[in-house]
């Protein structure tokens, strides 16, 4: 018996709920339509200021070191030593590790006796080349006999050099045993240890990477093509990384890439961002949040955005006479202009829609719009404004064009 009574209850409970929430937005109904009737929706104001604006394309980017080397070697070998590490600093020419040079020795050696025993067979047909040409003289031998002489003497001349460079093949290939550093900087990675046998016979294996100088990176965007036209060198350039989430490091561009980079049919382009990185709070491979300032305005007058949207309602009482005097104004406009012999002008421009408001989205190219504004009655008044640059909040009012 009990548990039915409190199922009763439940469903009581359900059914005044459901009652109130019909009751609430039957009042919440008539309050608009009383007041839509009425013309006394109130209307959402907001005062101009004068500011700063600024246009931003927002992207993100990697760091890296300015000049980054792959240190590699020429030979094959194993690796007899290693003389740096990660994050050690070195200089142009600095050992920075060794291969084993047992076979490579052995090469020299040989090449120098091939080099010896090729000297030998010039001096041998050289002798030859001398007797023959003394008994050619005395015509004690044929002329077949002195040209085969002096032919032998020609290729063991020529197997000379071919040894020659052999052996100078052999030093260089043994030199190459021998790492160095090409330039100033900092290992950034090591990828090799002792013991380990490298192969060069299709490419050069890295061995270490080395940055030039920390102090100086530069961040590697991607910009979308819809907005790489507005992205040129030399503009300043604000990026945070999450290493520092608190503090904005600053840039300017220094490269627009032409190549394009599809990545799933969206087109995208490389931007270079130098960065000065003194303190070495920046590393390589960092991911950085990249906004750059494409335009700006100091000291203008700002509005929100959302006033050059606003369309008034056609059935608002307190705009009946200021849309009125409005089309009056446009037609006579559209008459003069017709009888001068000219194309549409700004009404015939800017009008679009309820209330002559022109969409947003055409600030760089200072377009007309309209703006509504309180008179000293509380009465809402058109006035016709050319628009400037604009931030996704504010825009920029250049000048009004006309206010009566």
């Not at 030859?128 to 004690?140: A, V």
């Not at 040894?163 to 790492?179: D, G, P």
């Not at 202009?337 to 309820?354: I, V």
Request: aromatic share 6%; glycine share 8%.
């Amino acid at each position: 018996m009990s548990g039915g009574n409190k199922e009763m209850k439940r469903k009581l409970f359900r059914i005044l709920i459901i009652v109130v929430i019909l009751i609430a937005a039957g009042l919440v109904v008539a309050f608009y339509l009383n007041n839509r009737k009425s013309g006394t929706l109130q209307l959402k104001t907001s005062k101009a200021d004068v500011g700063d604006i600024e246009v931003y394309v927002t992207t993100t980017g990697t760091l890296n070191p300015v000049t980054l080397v792959q240190v590699g070697t020429q030979v094959s070998g194993t690796i007899a030593k290693i003389y740096v590490d990660f994050n050690d600093v070195v200089k142009k020419g600095q050992i920075i590790a060794q291969l084993d040079s047992t076979f490579l020795a052995a090469q020299v050696k040989d090449a120098e006796a091939q080099v010896e025993r090729a000297r030998a067979q010039v001096n041998q047909a050289q002798r030859d080349l001398s007797r023959i040409k003394e008994l050619y003289s005395k015509n004690l031998v044929s002329q077949a006999d002195y040209d085969q002489a002096l032919t032998n003497y020609e290729t063991a001349l020529a197997q000379l050099k071919s040894a020659e460079a052999q052996l100078e093949r052999a030093k260089v290939n043994l030199k190459y045993s021998t790492i160095y550093s090409p330039i100033d900087g900092i290992v950034i990675s090591r990828n090799v240890d002792v013991g380990q046998t490298v192969a060069a016979s299709l490419q050069a294996p890295t061995l270490f990477t080395i940055a030039n100088d920390l102090r100086k990176m530069r961040v590697e965007a991607n910009v979308d093509e819809a907005d790489i036209g507005k992205v040129k060198p030399g503009q300043t350039v604000f990026f945070t990384v999450d290493a520092y989430p608190d503090e904005t490091f600053i840039g300017k561009v220094s490269q627009v890439r032409l190549q394009p980079i599809n990545v799933q049919n969206v087109i995208n382009y490389t931007v270079i961002i130098d960065v000065e990185n003194k303190d070495l709070k920046l590393k390589p491979g960092m991911t950085a949040n990249v906004k750059i300032l494409i335009d700006k305005r100091e000291n203008v007058l700002r509005i929100p955005n959302q006033a050059l949207r606003f369309k008034p309602d056609p059935e608002d009482k307190r705009f009946a006479k200021a849309m009125e005097e409005m089309q009056k104004r446009r037609e006579e406009f559209m008459r003069r202009r017709q009888q001068e012999g000219g194309g549409p002008g700004f009404f015939g421009q800017a009008q679009q829609g309820q209330g002559g408001q022109r969409p947003s989205g055409g600030f760089p190219g200072g377009n007309r719009a309209i703006i509504w504004i309180l008179d000293e009655n509380k009465n809402p008044k058109p006035t016709f404004v050319r628009t400037g640059i604009t931030d996704g909040k504010l825009g920029e009012i250049r000048f009004s064009l006309t206010s009566s």
